[in-house]
């Protein structure tokens, strides 16, 4: 296998409104030493917060390394256009050093994969996948994780910070840990848990995954769902993790 550096980056087009997928393009962009181009994005005339779908890909041919070469891929989702500027920018550069956040010092193989859960004109939920292997390891590691923007003030939304109060803070705890131990009961999870650990929103749901972050719990993901009108009986009605 002959050296090779490749370097390619993917762009794939989302015009969402607040009510899901509307239309899906895309653009492939090939680019080698320079500077990297400006994506292309396909106008839709609906209205809404945008993203569009980002894949770069590095690699190079190694023979000190063990496999003969190195590889990194990232997939992560970009905001672009409706929302202001400095916002915009904000949350693009959290999610590009979110996607770099395991990666290794120096060469090894890496695979980062953020997807939208849900979109709306008030917040950004983005649940990752991430598989490391570096210098020495004996095996990969992996995580899986999640993340929620606010798209008024780009900030990350803390669940904590969106209870009602603190009596409504303890009873949804008093209640998702009932639900896990029943599920730990009844063996509905192939490990038991004793707490959540991220959380991300979908259409008509939040969702607790629980466990995430050992290895050897990688291929084993529990989660337990709450529909949006169980949730309003503890978080702020104005908050924009209801819209």
Not at 175 to 182: F, S
Not at 201 to 221: K, P, Q, W, Y
Request: charged share 25%; proline share 4%; hydrophobic share 40%.
């Amino acid at each position: 296998m002959g050296f090779f550096k490749l370097f390619s980056f993917v762009v794939f087009a989302f015009v969402l409104s607040c009510t899901g997928e509307v239309e899906n393009n895309e653009v492939i962009i090939d680019s080698a030493d320079g500077p990297e181009p400006v994506p292309s994005v396909v106008e839709s005339p609906l209205v809404g917060v945008k993203y569009r779908m980002v894949n770069q890909e590095e690699g190079e041919d190694d023979a000190e390394l063990p496999m003969g070469y190195w590889q990194s891929i990232k997939t992560y989702p970009e905001i672009y256009d409706v929302i202001d500027t400095p916002v915009k920018e904000k949350i693009n550069r959290a999610i590009v050093e979110l996607a770099s956040k395991y990666s290794c010092d120096e060469y090894g193989d890496y695979s980062f994969t953020g997807n939208v859960k849900y979109l709306s004109d008030d917040v950004l939920s983005v649940m990752y996948e991430v598989m490391w292997m570096c210098g020495s390891m004996p095996s990969p590691d992996s995580t899986v994780g999640s993340v929620t923007f606010n798209l008024d003030s780009g900030q990350v939304v803390i669940l904590d910070e969106e209870f009602l109060d603190a009596v409504a803070k303890d009873k949804f705890n008093l209640n998702i840990g009932e639900k896990i131990k029943l599920m730990n009961s009844a063996g509905s999870f192939c490990l038991e848990h004793d707490q959540f650990d991220v959380y991300y929103r979908t259409e008509s749901a939040f969702v607790f995954v629980m466990n995430v972050g050992r290895h050897s719990d990688s291929a084993c993901i529990s989660e337990i769902k709450f529909p949006i009108d169980d949730m309003k009986m503890y978080v702020k009605e104005g908050s924009g993790l209801l819209k």
